[in-house]
Every structure is written in structure tokens, then in C-alpha cells.
């Protein structure tokens, strides 16, 4: 038996009512995502300013702390704020540390990117069960992941076992060598590691491939190296360095990338082989790596 529904209203009249409040739904949704990103760049911008203003301070008096510099940052700001105490203004700024460390290392243009994470949400992610990052290879985007068991870090290679999948035909000592090179690289800082393809070197030669690993090691940088003279680990402080060199030394060293394949006939003369295989490496812990091989790094 079928429920027959009486309307007292043409059918429209609700329709056109729910379109409307899904239209009211949507907009408020976007404000609350502008409040948020809104939020974050005034966290990053106050965070900024506040690191430079205790830096003045140390730097004009060599004796003080950089404990004691921050409190007396502090005390330049109460007197402009009512209600507020020495030590909310403390933890506020604790917490905003968070988000600037976090911005500055993946880019200020990636607040775009927050949805549907606060200020304070952000603040708050600080270590695992929580992984951080989450590198998109295929676009070069770093995008921002929570990841709410701890199972999720147990997927993590170890950073031997990734070292091992990278250099294959490396021997114990070698990936021990590697290994160490890691250890003082930084969580979440990008590594790119280059393993050569000898195509590219049987025709270019040696030398001519130990110039494009030197190029990655010191572009940019000024009588030091980013690879400890490895040739093949490379630290950069944040993604956005390591893209800029990427970008410089195609312009440097052009026969270092190549033409896709789908492009080749295209091209006469076109470089079908890069100079090696792109791997980015991120440590998430003090163990554990996540890492990718990055199939358009040389294109």
C-alpha cells in the first residue's frame, strides 16, 4: 500500500525554498572558510613581526635570553589589549608558531588551500598521531592531511628501507653512509635525492653529470653545499627552494631534462633521457620517511 502525500502548495514553492536555503548554506560555508584562512594570515603575519621584534632584541644585546627578549616583546603588547594577561598572550603566540612554521615551509599562498581547519585546529597538530603532509608528486602541490590513528604512521617505510628501495644496488655501507647524511635533516623538510640513469651519462659522460649534481648542490647557495658532496641527497629548507633550483637549472643545463615521450616526434633532436630519477623524501619522524618517485621533475 502506497502513502499518498496532499500538498497544500504546488510542489515548486518547497523546491524553490530548499535551493534557496542550500544556496544560504553554501555562502555561509565560504564565509567560514575566509574567517579561517583570514585567521591563519593574521597568526602568520603577527607571528612573523613578533620573531623579528625578539631577534631586534638579541641581536642589540648580545647577554639577554631569548626567553627573557620574548617577555619583554610581550610586555610591549599588553598595554594596547584589555583583558588580557601576560600569559594568554604567551600561549596565543606559542600556538601561532605553529601555523608560521608550518606556512613558511610549504608556501603562504597554501592557506588558499584550508577548508575546513581552524587557526586553532592547525595550532594544535604538532607531532604524530598526526601526519602533516601529504606531497602530491604528480603536481607539486603540498597539501595539508590529518591523519587520526597512529596505524597511519606504522605504514611509513623506515628511512633505511625507503634508502634501500631508492639505491637499489647500494651496498650496507653505502645506505649506512646515506642514512646518516638524513640524520640531520630536519622533519618535514624536503629532500630530493637523484639517482643517475646511464643512458644519459653513457652519452653525456661523467663529468658532464657530476656538473648537474654539483649544480643542485650550490645553486643558490653561497661557498657551501646542500648534498654533504654526496652527488645524490640534496636538503632544501622548504619545497618552494626546491623547485626554484629545479626551475633555475633547467635553464642552466637544459640537456639535463627531456621530452616526454609523447612529445618526442615532435621534437628534432629532442633530449629523450634526464640526467637521473627524482625522489622526494620527507622525514616523518626520527625513524620513518614517505617518499615518491617524481615522474615530472625532469620534464
Known amino acids: 500500500m502506497y502513502r499518498v ?45 613578533f620573531e623579528k621584534s625578539v631577534k631586534e632584541i638579541t641581536d642589540n644585546i648580545r647577554e639577554i635570553s631569548d626567553k627573557t627578549a620574548r617577555g619583554q616583546v610581550y610586555d610591549t603588547i599588553i598595554p594596547h589589549l584589555t583583558g588580557i594577561t601576560k600569559e594568554n598572550i604567551r600561549k596565543k603566540t606559542q600556538k601561532a608558531r605553529t601555523i608560521f612554521t608550518l606556512f613558511s615551509k610549504i608556501g603562504l599562498q597554501k592557506i588558499k588551500r584550508i577548508q575546513s581547519y581552524s587557526a586553532d585546529s592547525i ?27 597512529m596505524s597511519e604512521y606504522s605504514n611509513f617505510k623506515s628511512t633505511n628501507e625507503a634508502l634501500k628501495i631508492i639505491f637499489s644496488q647500494a651496498s650496507d655501507d653505502e645506505i649506512t653512509k646515506y642514512e646518516k647524511q638524513l640524520d640531520t635533516v630536519k622533519n618535514l623538510d624536503p629532500v630530493l635525492i637523484i639517482t643517475p640513469i646511464l643512458t644519459w651519462i653513457n652519452q653525456r659522460g661523467l663529468p658532464a653529470y657530476n656538473a648537474v649534481m654539483d649544480a643542485f648542490a650550490t645553486n643558490g647557495l653561497l661557498n657551501r653545499r646542500r648534498d654533504k658532496n654526496s652527488r645524490s641527497i640534496f636538503h632544501f629548507t622548504d619545497n618552494e627552494e626546491l623547485y626554484t633550483v629545479r626551475d633555475n637549472i ?41 617518499f615518491g618517485n617524481d615522474g615530472s621533475f625532469f620534464l
Request: positive net charge; aromatic residues 18%.
Open 250 to 290: 633547467r635553464n642552466l643545463i637544459p640537456n639535463a631534462f627531456f621530452i616526454p615521450p609523447s612529445l618526442q616526434a615532435q621534437i628534432p633532436n629532442a633530449q629523450l633521457h634526464p640526467v637521473g630519477t627524482a625522489w622526494i623524501l620527507t622525514k616523518v619522524g626520527v625513524r620513518k620517511s614517505d
Open 5 to 49: 502525500y496532499v500538498y497544500s502548495q504546488p510542489l515548486y514553492i518547497f523546491t524553490a525554498g530548499l535551493a534557496r536555503l542550500y544556496q544560504k548554506a553554501i555562502k555561509a560555508e565560504k564565509r567560514v572558510t575566509q574567517a579561517y584562512q583570514e585567521e591563519i594570515l593574521c597568526w602568520y603575519y603577527y607571528t612573523e613581526r
Open 123 to 149: 595550532s594544535k597538530l604538532t607531532g604524530f598521531p598526526f601526519r602533516l603532509f601529504y606531497f602530491d608528486l604528480s603536481n607539486c602541490i603540498w597539501y595539508y592531511t590529518v591523519v587520526e590513528r
